[in-house]
T-cell receptor, first 113, second 117 residues
Framework: DGGITQSPKYLFRKEGQNVTLSCEQN?????MYWYRQDPGQGLRLIYY???????QKGDIAEGYSVSREKKESFPLTVTSAQKNPTAFYLC????????????FGDGTRLSIL | AQSVTQLDSHVSVSEGTPVLLRCNYS??????LFWYVQHPNKGLQLLLK??????LVKGINGFEAEFKKSETSFHLTKPSAHMSDAAEYFC???????????????FGQGTILTVHP
């Protein structure tokens, strides 16, 4: 089945540590996205990529970094500069075209030790 | 600029009764509108989408929504609630200006639907 796979499902970060969240899709979508979800705040866009080797900052990019070396993969690194990283992180993908719906993975829940 | 307002943070219904989740939007361009559902600790699943075709849109699991431009609304309905409908629902707007290949999504704050036996 085609879909988006996020791993791990749960992740714990120590103070001063960088952690990387994985996102892989086999939908052959050009565009991929990372969102952060906090209770009562909906989803906020961290980074997005419309094509391989290109990505753009979203609304809350500070403390995060991404890469897009392959079409299928869009990993997100939460750096030690992100002071409040505890959240549910969602990866999505879509066909190119401004009105295409996005398809979501099942998320990674990141907590601080 | 665009925005989405989900008018109810919580909706509670009895099984077998109708569901109404309300959504108003604002957009600088002709919008595309979506409803997504999220079950606990899961990703978002697309229920339905409006992209300037028929104003009454049918989705999965018996849900439908009507686009009303004059009221800038896109309310989600279902004739008869089922226990499995209990989840959080998000109304989403995409104002694509036609100038770039990316249209930014704006998410509502979510409505939690509770279904009582």
């Amino acid at each position: 089945d085609g879909g988006i796979t996020q791993s791990p499902k749960y992740l714990f970060r120590k103070e001063g540590q960088n952690v990387t969240l994985s996102c892989e899709q086999n939908l052959n979508h050009d565009a991929m996205y990372w969102y952060r979800q906090d209770p009562g705040q909906g989803l906020r866009l961290i980074y997005y990529s419309q094509i391989v080797n290109d990505f753009q900052k979203g609304d809350i990019a500070e403390g995060y970094s991404v890469s897009r070396e392959k079409k299928e993969s869009f990993p997100l690194t939460v750096t030690s500069a992100q002071k409040n990283p505890t959240a549910f992180y969602l990866c999505a993908s879509s066909d190119r075209g401004g009105n295409q719906p996005q398809h979501f993975g099942d998320g990674t829940r990141l907590s601080i030790l | 600029a665009q925005s989405v307002t989900q008018l109810d943070s919580h909706v509670s219904v009895s099984e077998g009764t109708p569901v109404l989740l309300r959504c108003n939007y604002s957009s600088s361009y002709s919008p595309s509108l979506f409803w997504y559902v999220q079950h606990p600790n899961k990703g978002l699943q697309l229920l339905l989408k409006y992209t300037s075709a028929a104003t009454l849109v049918k989705g999965i699991n018996g849900f439908e929504a009507e686009f009303k431009k004059s009221e800038t609304s896109f309310h989600l309905t279902k004739p008869s609630a089922h226990m499995s409908d209990a989840a959080e629902y998000f109304c989403v707007v995409n104002s694509y200006d036609g100038g770039t290949s990316y249209g930014k999504l704006t998410f509502g704050q979510g409505t939690i639907l509770t279904v009582h036996p």
